[in-house]
C-alpha cells in the first residue's frame, strides 16, 4: 500500500486494488492446488463504480501483474490456463474502461443540466429577502419532486411604496407539471403588484396570465395581501387557506373572509369576486401564510395537521428557527405516512416591526384600498388586444361597467 501512495493521483482506484488484493490473499491462502487467475478481474470491475478510465486501466494493469507473478510463481504462466486468464483480465479491463468512459460522460452532462435547473429555478424562484421596510421574513418550500427546489406553489414578495404586497398560492397539480403555469402567475404578480394602485386589479391581471394559457386546464388558488408600514393589512383570498394571525400576546386569529372567493381559473362559474379581509397589525403581531400542503399534511390514522395546536411553535423564537421547526414539526407528523406527504408545501412567516420611528400614527393606505371604486375598464386591463376569444373576465368587467344612458 506504501507503493500504491507514490503512484500519481487518479492512476489506480483504491477499491478496486483491495479487491485485487483479497482474491491474492484468498489465493495464497489456497495454495498451488487452485487458483483463482480469472477471479482478478474483480479488481477493473469494481474501479468502474467510481473510478476515471485511467483508473480502472492501472487497477487492471496491477491485477494482471499479480496474477502473473502467481502463475509463474507455481510454473503455470506460459499454460493455456494461464494464458487464457490473463487475456480474461485484459479484456476485462478494456470493457470497464469503456463503460466508466461513458459513465463519467453521462455524468458531466447530469452534473451540467442540474446547474442550468438550478440557475433556473433560482431565477424563477429567488430566496426572500429576510426583511423590507418593518416587515421581517423567513420562507420554507418543499417541492413534490425531490429534485426539485419549486413546483406548483408560489410564494413571494414584492416591495411596494410605503408597505409589501405578498403572493402565496396553489396551482392545481402537483410536481414539475405545474411549474409552467406558476412561473407565468409569478411573472403576472412581480409585474402588476409595484406598480398596481388597487389589489384587485393584481388579482385580474393574474387571472389574465391563467386565461391566457388555453393549453393549461388548470386552476390556482391563491392570497393576495398587502401590508403598510403602518400595520394595515389587507387580503383577498381567491379560494386559498386564510392567513394564520399570532398577536405579539401569542393569541391566534384567522383572517377569515366573509367568502374565500372562487380560484384563478373558474371565473366563468360564478361571479369572481374574491373574499376580503382587513386588519391591523401591532409591533411584533406575526403572520403565517401558507398552502394546503400544511394543514392538509396527514398522519398514518389519517388525522390533518393540527395548525391551531401549534401557534405557540410560531411565536417563542427567530423567524427563520420556528419556520425550519415547523417544517421539521410537518414530516414528523406525516413520517409514517403517505397521504399528505408528496404535496408541494410553501410557508412564509413575517413578522410587523411597527411603524417606523417619528410617524404619526394614522391611515397611510393607499386611497383606493379604503374604497371600492368600479372596475377596470376592458381598455386598461388590455383587453381590446388580448387573444382569448369569450373571456369570463371580459364579460364580467362589462356587466360591472356603469350602463350610459
Known sequence: MRHLKSLPRGAVDCKGVCAVLAVALADLATGDEARFLPAYAIGPAVSTVRGTPRAVIGTGTIAALVAALLALSDGTLATHKGLSALAVIVLFTCFA???????????THLAATRRVAHAAQHAIAPPLPAAHGQVRMAASY??????????????????????????????????????????????????????????????????????????????????????????????????????????????????????????????????????????????????????????E????????????????????????????????????????????????????????DGPPAGNLPGPSRHPALDRAPDAPSVEELGCTVCAVTACPLRTTLEDRRPKSV
Open 297 to 352: 399534511a396527514r398522519d398514518p390514522d389519517g388525522r390533518f395537521y393540527p395548525l391551531d395546536e401549534r401557534t405557540a411553535t410560531l411565536r417563542d423564537a427567530p423567524l427563520e428557527t420556528c419556520v425550519e421547526r415547523l417544517r421539521a414539526d410537518i414530516l414528523l407528523h406525516t413520517a409514517s405516512g403517505l397521504q399528505g406527504a408528496h404535496d408541494d408545501s410553501a410557508l412564509l412567516l413575517i413578522e410587523f
Open 97 to 107: 474502461a469503456a463503460v466508466a468512459k461513458h459513465r463519467r460522460g453521462q455524468e
Open 142 to 295: 418543499a417541492s413534490a419532486d425531490p429534485h426539485a427546489r419549486i413546483g406548483g406553489d408560489l410564494c413571494e414578495v414584492v416591495p411596494v411604496k410605503n408597505g409589501v404586497r405578498i403572493l402565496i398560492g396553489d396551482v392545481q397539480g402537483k410536481g414539475l407539471g405545474t411549474v409552467a403555469l406558476s412561473t407565468a402567475l409569478l411573472s403576472a404578480f412581480r409585474e402588476s403588484a409595484p406598480s398596481e394602485t388597487r389589489l384587485e386589479t393584481v388579482g385580474l391581471r393574474m387571472s389574465c396570465a391563467l386565461l391566457r394559457r388555453p393549453d393549461e386546464e388548470r386552476f390556482a388558488t391563491l392570497a393576495l395581501v398587502e401590508l403598510t408600514s403602518q400595520g394595515h393589512l389587507t387580503a383577498l383570498n381567491y379560494g386559498h387557506p386564510s392567513p394564520h394571525v399570532i398577536k405579539v400576546d401569542g393569541a391566534p386569529l384567522w383572517a377569515d373572509t366573509a367568502q374565500s372567493g372562487l380560484p384563478l381559473g373558474l371565473a366563468a362559474l360564478a361571479d369572481g369576486e374574491p373574499g376580503r379581509h382587513s386588519t391591523t397589525l401591532r409591533a411584533g403581531d406575526r403572520v403565517l401564510f401558507h398552502t394546503d400542503g400544511l394543514t
